[in-house]
């Protein structure tokens, strides 16, 4: 490997980072302020980096914002139980393993942010469908390849490039915007 190598990288993910559309971040931000207001549930999740990606933005929001605000956010990841999710993908399949958990906890209203580089993982597939169909509010960051979940979703950021690394790292970007727009104050006084 050689310095071009990693500098073409960070071009990449530069060109990346400035193709997020900052208007949809605005407006998932406002969804998220009034689920903050009305004592509503937010659920995330996704698969690999992704999954790691909706543990960290629960962290943040739930510890990190919370902690700011003194209102605390009603958060959750649906990666974070690894006994429930082998015992459901056992049990059931691996495509209910997101869907079963929100039978336990979600109601109408409600938020769900879900995060896929394709868009088709059948598990986030499923999730967002019966999602759609019990009244809560759906929300993907997907890949340049869009997928299902751009059509099923309510509102969607399509970060617009195929490379994974890029984009997991482009969705945790737009997590810590998201964030730090309650830490940092921003979005409350608005």
Not at 57 to 83: E, H
Request: net charge negative; aromatic share 10%.
């Amino acid at each position: 490997m050689n310095q071009a190598y990693f500098q073409t990288y960070l071009a990449s993910q530069k060109a990346t980072y400035d193709a997020i559309p900052v208007d949809r971040v605005e407006r998932i931000i406002q969804l998220m302020k009034q689920c903050w207001e009305d004592d509503r549930q937010l659920f995330t999740f996704g698969n690999g980096g992704s999954a790691a990606n909706a543990s960290h933005f629960i962290t943040d929001l739930g510890k990190g914002a919370s902690d700011v605000l003194g209102k605390r956010f009603r958060c959750m990841s649906l990666n974070d139980n690894v006994a429930w999710i082998t015992a459901l993908g056992n049990d059931y399949a691996y495509e209910d393993i997101f869907v079963r958990q929100m039978e336990n906890y979600a109601r109408p209203g409600d938020l769900v942010l879900m995060m896929s580089v394709s868009g088709n993982s059948p598990n986030l597939v499923k999730a967002a469908k019966w999602a759609n169909e019990n009244g809560l509010l759906t929300i993907a960051l997907v890949g340049a390849k869009r997928g299902q979940l751009a059509d099923l979703a309510q509102e969607v950021i399509v970060i617009e490039d195929t490379h994974y690394g890029r984009v997991e790292d482009a969705q945790m970007t737009i997590c810590h915007m998201l964030c730090y727009g309650f830490m940092e104050q921003e979005i409350v006084n608005q």
